[in-house]
Nanobody
Framework: QVQLVESGGGLVQAGGSLRLSCAAS????????MGWYRQVPGKQREKVAG??????TNYADSVKGRFTISRDNAKNMYLQMNNLKPEDTAVYYC?????????WGQGTQVTVSS
């Protein structure tokens, strides 16, 4: 059974940094892409950053230059978030896309105070 578990969220002041981790367990075949998403109450979940199998990364305009997505040789991924802003406050989710299905984590809260 595949499980994704996020960690690293918390409360930070504006201008600060956090590093989110997503630990994947279980057998996952044919990973096409991995990504981080975020959601605030009353709004749709939005993609923050993605990494395609093979390396290319992509970012939402709102986080370019501040967030960095990476992955290791296993199935784990990370999101380094620098110069955080109050508008970055959200629940952050990791996602792994495969040929057959997508997997989501349960989310981790990030709160940025002004």
């Amino acid at each position: 059974q595949v499980q994704l578990v996020e960690s690293g969220g918390g409360l930070v002041q504006a201008g600060g940094s956090l590093r989110l981790s997503c630990a994947a367990s279980g057998t996952i075949f044919s990973i096409n892409a991995m990504g981080w998403y975020r959601q605030v109450p009353g709004k749709q979940r939005e993609k923050v950053a993605g990494i395609i199998s093979g390396g290319p990364t992509n970012y939402a305009d709102s986080v370019k230059g501040r967030f960095t997505i990476s992955r290791d040789n296993a199935k784990n991924m990370y999101l380094q978030m620098n110069n955080l802003k109050p508008e970055d406050t959200a629940v952050y989710y990791c996602k792994i896309e495969t040929r057959l299905k997508d997997y989501w984590g349960q989310g981790t809260q990030v709160t940025v105070s002004s």
